[in-house]
T-cell receptor, first 114, second 115 residues
Framework: AQSVTQLDSQVPVFEEAPVELRCNYS??????LFWYVQYPNQGLQLLLK??????LVKGINGFEAEFNKSQTSFHLRKPSVHISDTAEYFC????????????FGTGTQLKVEL | SAVISQKPSRDICQRGTSLTIQCQVD?????MFWYRQQPGQSLTLIAT?????????ESGFVIDKFPISRPNLTFSTLTVSNMSPEDSSIYLC????????????FGPGTRLTVL
């Protein structure tokens, strides 16, 4: 079975500073990787996904993530955050050929401060 | 993409009662899912709602507690039966449309509090 670890439950950062949200996964087979964002009192919105090809994936709102197979990581980055980026971020994994089941990490609360 | 709505958006219920949550999608979708997000925790898949047949439940979830219906390709309901305070969670509907491999779209969620 696959699993996802998000080591940081909370990440405070000042506006316009860079941020990295960490995600590591465990799986015995190839996976697809996703980052979702959940704004307060809203559902989840897909930020970006890695299916294959280039390991650097660009998403919406200026976010990007890099798939590192040797380190089984898929860290999310943004060079300059804005107050509006304050939200919960979830990393998720889906096994290739394993249907559509998403396994989520426990989430990272990003709090952007002035 | 798909636009998903859920009703109710939130509710406060008494122990021992049941609540049915509705999920409506603006287009026909191949797969629909129900997730639970307990306070301060991540999302856990409850079941896959299959059109025209019984839902497929994940380990730890049973039909008697979480009966699911899916009468057509745009609508599904999840019932939380005989509720206890431990059922207090956000329940989210999710769909996968054809052509977006493994990409799932989520509804806004239903915030349930059981007293």
């Amino acid at each position: 079975a696959q699993s996802v670890t998000q080591l940081d439950s909370q990440v405070p950062v000042f506006e316009e500073a860079p941020v990295e949200l960490r995600c590591n996964y465990s799986s015995s087979v190839s996976v697809y990787l996703f980052w979702y964002v959940q704004y307060p009192n809203q559902g989840l919105q897909l930020l970006l996904k890695y299916l294959s090809g280039s390991t650097l994936v660009k998403g919406i709102n200026g976010f990007e993530a890099e798939f590192n197979k040797s380190q089984t990581s898929f860290h999310l980055r943004k060079p300059s955050v804005h107050i509006s980026d304050t939200a919960e971020y979830f990393c998720a994994v889906s096994v290739r050929g394993g249907g559509n089941k998403l396994t989520f990490g426990t989430g990272t609360q990003l709090k952007v401060e002035l | 993409s798909a636009v998903i709505s859920q009703k109710p958006s939130r509710d406060i219920c008494q122990r021992g009662t049941s609540l049915t949550i509705q999920c409506q999608v603006d287009s026909q979708v191949t797969m629909m899912f129900w997730y639970r997000q307990q306070p301060g925790q991540s999302l856990t898949l409850i079941a896959t709602a299959n059109q025209g047949s019984e839902a497929t439940y994940e380990s730890g979830f049973v039909i008697d507690k979480f009966p699911i219906s899916r009468p057509n390709l745009t609508f599904s309901t999840l019932t939380v039966s005989n509720m206890s305070p431990e059922d207090s969670s956000i329940y989210l509907c999710s769909v996968r449309t054809s052509g977006f491999y493994n990409e799932q779209f989520f509804g806004p969620g239903t915030r349930l509090t059981v007293l």
